[in-house]
Nanobody, 122 residues
Framework: QVQLVESGGGLVQAGGSLRLSCAASGRTFNYYTMGWFRQAPGKEREFVAA????????FFADSVKGRFTISGDNVKNTVYLQMNSLQPEDTAIYYC???????????????WGQGTQVTVFS
């Protein structure tokens, strides 16, 4: 089993920044790709970004490229999503996820966190 706990969501004005954290634990999480997804009201959950624990390869949705970065701290077993130049359309519940790379980039996951709310106002 893999346990994921997100933190760092909140309320921010358009153009501002937030950093989300995802603390991972469990016996095999470091073999997985870690990802972030989001779900806005009335919309389906969508892929945002992902990082491989081994090698550090990163992947981003086109809608966040150039604004969001993803990084991992192997000592703290934590993955971060730095979100800059936030816009109202970034408002959503953000979920941390862990799974094989092909699963994550295909829009699914083996494990999910509980989610953290991000609200961007203009």
């Amino acid at each position: 089993q893999v346990q994921l706990v997100e933190s760092g969501g909140g309320l921010v004005q358009a153009g501002g920044s937030l950093r989300l954290s995802c603390a991972a634990s469990g016996r095999t999480f470091n073999y997985y790709t870690m990802g972030w997804f989001r779900q806005a009201p009335g919309k389906e959950r969508e892929f945002v970004a992902a990082i491989d624990w081994s090698g550090g390869s990163t992947f981003f949705a086109d809608s966040v490229k150039g604004r969001f970065t993803i990084s991992g701290d192997n000592v703290k077993n934590t993955v971060y999503l730095q979100m800059n130049s936030l816009q109202p359309e970034d408002t959503a519940i953000y979920y941390c996820a862990a799974g094989p790379r092909r699963t994550i980039v295909a829009g699914s996951s083996n494990y999910w966190g509980q989610g953290t709310q991000v609200t961007v106002f203009s």
